[in-house]
C-alpha cells in the first residue's frame, strides 16, 4: 500500500476590503515583492497571481484588488475584477482587518458573492499584533457567524504570525493534482508591469489628496544595453494642476519618485538601471474607456 500523499495544486484568491493586507500577505508568503503596498486604500488595481511551491503542493494565489462600493468607470472595473476572481478559483481566502472599523458594504458585498459561488472560504483575520488577545475571541465568534467558512485563521501578515498554519490550512483544501507552473517560478507577471507598479507604489507613498488615484504609469522603452537596463515610463494625469504636483518645485518630486522607484527596480532585476520619467497630462484618463483599456484595467 502506497502511503506517500497526494501532490494537490489548485488556485486561491486572496479577498476582501481596501487595505486588508492582501499584498502584504502574498509578498510575505512568497519572500518576493510582486505585488505593491501602501497604507492608502485601493493601491493594488490589478489582480496579481503569485505561485508558492511546496513539497506537496502548489498553491496559485491570486491577490485582488479592495472590494469597496465603487464609483466612476475605473474603480468598478476594478472592483468586478476582484469579485470576479471568486468564479475562477478552487478556494477563496476572506481577510479582515481587524484593527480597524468594518466596512459593512464591502462585506456584504463579499458574503452574497461567496453564498452565490458556493466555494470552500478560509476566513483570514489578519493584524491581529495590533489589538488585545482578549478581544480576538469574540472577533472569531462574531465573524465565524457570517458565513460558513472552512476555517478560521488569525494571522499578523506584516509579522508572518500564523502565516504557515494559513498554509497548511489552505493545502488541505486543495484539490489533488500536478503543479501548473515550473518549480522556479512564483509570478506570471512580467518585469515591465513590476516596474509601473512599483512607479506607481511610491506615487502612492510620496504624495497626497486625490493625487495617487489619479495618475497611471506605463513604460514606454525596456532595453538592455551595456549591462545596463534603460527605462522610459511615462505617469499619467487627469489634469495640468496634477502634473505640476507630481514635478514638484524644480522637479524635486518627480526626482524623487524616481530615486526610490530605480532602487526597488535594482533589487528586483539585480541589474544596473537607467530610469528615466516623464508626466503626461491624459485629459479624464479614468472615465474613458480607450485609455483604460490602453493602460491594461
Not at 506517500?4 to 489548485?10: A, D, I, S, V, Y
Not at 516596474?195 to 488615484?213: A, C, D, H, N, S
Not at 514606454?220 to 487627469?238: E, P, S
Not at 537607467?274 to 474607456?289: A, G, I, P, Q, S
Request: proline fraction near 4%; aromatic fraction near 6%.
Amino acid at each position: 500500500m502506497n502511503d506517500k500523499k497526494k501532490f494537490r495544486c489548485g488556485f486561491v484568491a486572496i479577498i476582501g476590503a481596501p487595505n486588508a493586507g492582501k499584498s502584504t500577505l502574498l509578498n510575505g508568503i512568497l519572500g518576493q515583492k510582486i505585488a505593491i503596498t501602501s497604507k492608502k486604500p485601493q493601491t493594488t488595481r490589478n489582480r496579481i497571481l503569485g505561485i508558492c511551491n511546496r513539497p506537496e503542493s502548489q498553491i496559485i494565489f491570486l491577490d485582488t484588488p479592495g472590494i469597496h462600493k465603487p464609483s466612476g468607470l475605473l474603480n468598478k472595473k476594478i472592483v468586478a475584477m476582484a469579485v470576479g476572481a471568486v468564479k475562477e478559483v478552487d478556494l477563496v481566502i476572506f481577510m479582515q482587518d481587524v484593527s480597524s472599523k468594518k466596512d459593512k458594504d464591502a462585506e456584504d458585498m463579499i458574503i452574497r458573492q461567496l453564498l452565490l459561488e458556493k466555494k470552500e472560504v478560509i476566513l483570514v483575520l489578519n493584524k491581529i499584533d495590533l489589538i488585545k488577545k482578549t478581544e480576538l475571541l469574540p472577533m472569531i465568534e462574531q465573524s465565524g457567524s457570517m458565513f460558513d467558512f472552512a476555517t478560521v485563521v488569525p494571522v499578523s501578515a506584516k509579522k508572518g504570525i500564523q502565516v504557515d498554519k494559513l498554509l497548511e490550512e489552505t493545502e488541505k483544501l486543495l484539490p489533488p493534482g500536478p503543479g501548473l507552473f515550473p518549480g522556479d517560478v512564483f509570478t506570471d507577471v512580467s518585469e515591465r508591469f513590476l516596474v509601473q507598479e512599483l512607479i506607481r507604489e511610491k506615487i502612492f507613498r510620496l504624495t497626497g489628496m486625490e493625487i495617487p488615484y489619479s495618475t497611471a504609469v506605463t513604460v514606454d522603452a525596456f532595453k538592455l544595453k551595456k549591462k545596463i537596463i534603460h527605462i522610459h515610463a511615462t505617469i499619467h494625469v487627469n489634469r495640468n494642476s496634477q502634473k505640476g504636483i507630481i514635478l514638484g518645485k524644480k522637479g524635486a518630486m518627480i526626482r524623487k519618485i524616481g530615486e526610490k522607484a530605480r532602487i526597488d527596480i535594482e533589487k528586483m532585476t539585480g541589474t544596473k538601471i537607467f530610469l528615466e520619467l516623464f508626466v503626461r497630462v491624459t485629459k479624464d484618463w479614468m472615465r474613458n474607456e480607450r485609455h483604460l483599456t490602453e493602460f491594461g484595467y
